[in-house]
């Protein structure tokens, strides 16, 4: 059974600005190892953490829940690997600490 759990706004505003920051993080960096990825990865999905690609799978479900099972409590960032501009992309994030 889940249980809800209730958060300070303070805190979950911190988490906002956090999770902004990350992403913003992790785009960049993604950006900067596109042109590697694209001859490694095209078509797949890749998890990125503290500006590396800590796994990759061609299946975006397989690939969160392994990574969420992996590193707990880390920010990842999933990503399909495709020419389209970052910016244009739907995010796809796993944090998972937060909510447990």
């Given at each position: 059974m889940n249980e809800s759990k209730i958060f300070p706004a303070s805190l979950i505003q911190k988490w906002n600005e956090s999770a902004k920051e990350n992403i913003q993080r992790e785009l960049a960096a993604f950006r900067v190892m596109?042109?590697?990825?694209?001859?490694?990865?095209?078509?797949?999905?890749?998890?990125l953490s503290e500006g590396k690609v800590i796994d990759h799978d061609a299946n975006e479900f397989a690939l969160a829940e392994r990574v969420s099972q992996k590193f707990p409590g880390k920010f990842v960032l999933i990503q399909k690997v495709v020419e389209t501009d970052p910016s244009e992309l739907p995010i796809e994030t796993v944090e998972c600490s937060v909510w447990r």
């Amino acid at each position: 059974m889940n249980e809800s759990k209730i958060f300070p706004a303070s805190l979950i505003q911190k988490w906002n600005e956090s999770a902004k920051e990350n992403i913003q993080r992790e785009l960049a960096a993604f950006r900067v190892m596109l042109p590697d990825l694209l001859l490694e990865n095209r078509g797949q999905f890749v998890a990125l953490s503290e500006g590396k690609v800590i796994d990759h799978d061609a299946n975006e479900f397989a690939l969160a829940e392994r990574v969420s099972q992996k590193f707990p409590g880390k920010f990842v960032l999933i990503q399909k690997v495709v020419e389209t501009d970052p910016s244009e992309l739907p995010i796809e994030t796993v944090e998972c600490s937060v909510w447990r």
